[in-house]
């Protein structure tokens, strides 16, 4: 189907009104991280790169870029392991549930944040009378990017079928050498494009983190929202959303880039 002129220009009006109010606000928090005004008024009145040092000089935003690092790598690392197990066990047998069970894997990430923290709040606290800490954080964030895995996986292991594993199971192989040797190659770039988008998920979230890291823990979010109205933090608070929305943007990228050569080798 053929649109008409009007309707073409109408659509790539439409877009381009969507696209701005999306990158438009993170243009002008970069331009700002630049500006020489400890107020932010706009238009800037120059440009410094002070605020840059400034940032890599505060122990405070350091420590929660390295404790936001730790929590993302360590809930993609879990994600990782459960998102295969997982996908593998529901793609490849059948057993009563298993429609049930897909269900409730993929639902903390369709939830909303704020009903997930409460939830995971109230199973630590009074469930199981955990205290909140980063082991906590770490749970909580493994709980949805499990399911960036999950999804990346199933999806490679319904397009690959069971040929290769059956053929591999009646040439003598065991169930471990049939997935180290056959099932893990043709699933690298699958876990590497889910682990990506879980760590760019982790890295950045906040809703749940609130709920569930407690007081002691800061991670880069909570640290940005905990300045944001500081007016002497306020540029320094600019560089370190300059520098989340790079560290979200990156793994996103390659992954997106993984699944297009994916298609065109195929």
Request: net charge positive.
């Amino acid at each position: 189907m053929r649109l008409s002129r009007p309707a073409r220009g109408l659509l790539a009006a439409i877009t381009a009104v969507v696209l701005a109010l999306i990158y438009l606000p993170l243009l002008v928090v970069f331009v700002n991280s630049f500006s020489t005004s400890q107020n932010l008024t706009w238009p800037p009145p120059g440009f410094t790169v002070k605020w840059w040092a400034k940032a890599f000089q505060s122990d405070g935003a350091l420590d929660a870029v390295l404790t936001s690092l730790q929590v993302a790598l360590a809930s993609t690392a879990i994600a990782l392991v459960l998102g295969t197990l997982i996908s593998i066990g529901l793609q490849r047998f059948e057993f009563f549930g298993r429609d049930a069970i897909s269900l409730l894997v993929i639902l903390p990430i369709a939830l909303p944040g704020i009903v997930t923290g409460i939830a995971l709040n109230n199973a630590f606290r009074t469930g199981l009378g955990v205290q909140l800490s980063i082991l906590t954080l770490i749970i909580a964030h493994a709980t949805f990017c499990i399911v960036t895995v999950f999804n990346n996986v199933i999806a490679r292991l319904r397009r690959l079928g069971t040929s290769l594993e059956d053929a591999s199971s009646d040439l003598g192989a065991g169930i471990w050498t049939t997935f180290r040797l056959v099932t893990f190659p043709q699933l690298r770039s699958a876990l590497f494009a889910g682990g990506l988008l879980a760590f760019a998920l982790s890295f950045d979230e906040i809703i749940v983190t609130t709920f569930t890291a407690g007081s002691s823990v800061k991670t880069l979010p909570l640290w940005i929202l905990d300045n944001l109205f500081r007016p002497n933090q306020a540029p320094v608070v600019n560089v370190i959303a300059v520098v989340l929305v790079l560290v979200s943007i990156i793994p996103i990228y390659f992954a997106q880039r993984i699944a297009g050569a994916e298609k065109v080798v195929r």
